[in-house]
């Protein structure tokens, strides 16, 4: 079984509709991210969480807000979907630094089109 | 602020061939972490390997190895014995977590797509 899933795996909705992203990880990782993948932009990082009680904007927050349900569990929400909002999106996990060789473990990535 | 600079949008490589991707990062820390990833057509995200940058001793995975020079801010990543699955997007990442501010920056280049040709 994968260690960072996503759920769903692609999605198409319409502008306006609220939209939520969810991850789940079992690697027992504190530290949880999302990004979103643009064609020749990169990995951009929306949000980030070092623990439950921990939440911080990353590079490109607006339009986006997160829930940290549980040390497992941190989902992405869209309150009001945009075309621009169009992206892959993605969740990682971390442990803690100097760890795991600071690696950052990837999810499979949700495709998101906003119509 | 961190910037993480790859030139190359698209490369190719003959099978068996070596091929060097190249990447620049700006930075006014000391101390840091540089990674690549590999993002194959299954669009998941693998790691391909690290390099702190308080070691001198370039980093190597296999047939993965890396020319790190922190004078001049570059990680290049050499593949060496390129395969067939060795094609798919390449995306160079600097990492610092500034323990006593909580700062933590993680960001990604543009991307390099490789494509080994048979």
């Known amino acids: 079984d994968a260690d960072v899933t996503q759920t769903p795996r692609n999605r198409i909705t319409k502008t306006g509709k609220r939209i939520m992203l969810e991850c789940s990880q079992t690697?027992?990782?504190?530290?949880m991210y999302w990004y979103r993948q643009d064609p020749g932009l990169g990995l951009r990082l929306i949000y980030y969480s070092f623990d439950v009680k921990d939440i911080n904007k990353g590079e490109i927050s607006d339009g986006y807000s997160v829930s940290r349900q549980a040390q497992a569990k941190f989902s992405l929400s869209l309150e009001s979907a945009i075309p621009n909002q169009t992206a892959l999106y993605f969740c990682?996990?971390?442990?803690?630094?100097?760890?795991?060789?600071?690696?950052?473990?990837f999810g499979p990535g949700t495709r998101l089109t906003v119509l | 602020a961190q910037t993480v600079t790859q030139s190359q949008p698209e490369m190719s490589v003959q099978e068996a061939e070596t091929v060097t991707l190249s990447c620049t990062y700006d930075?006014?820390?000391?101390?840091?972490?540089l990674f690549w990833y590999k993002q194959p057509p299954s669009r998941q995200m693998i790691l391909v390997i690290r390099q702190e940058a308080y070691k001198q001793q370039n980093a190597t995975e296999n047939r993965f190895s890396v020319n790190f020079q922190k004078a001049a801010k570059s990680f290049s990543l050499k593949i060496s014995d390129s395969q067939l699955g060795d094609t798919a997007m390449y995306f160079c990442?600097?990492?610092?977590?500034?323990?006593?501010?909580?700062?933590?920056?993680?960001?990604f280049g543009t991307g390099t797509r490789l494509k080994v040709l048979a």
């Open positions: 690697k027992g990782h504190d530290r």
């Open positions: 990442a600097f990492m610092k977590h500034a323990t006593t501010s909580g700062t933590y920056k993680y960001i």
């Open positions: 990682a996990t971390s442990d803690l630094p100097g760890r795991a060789r600071n690696e950052q473990f």
């Open positions: 930075t006014s820390e000391n101390n840091y972490y």
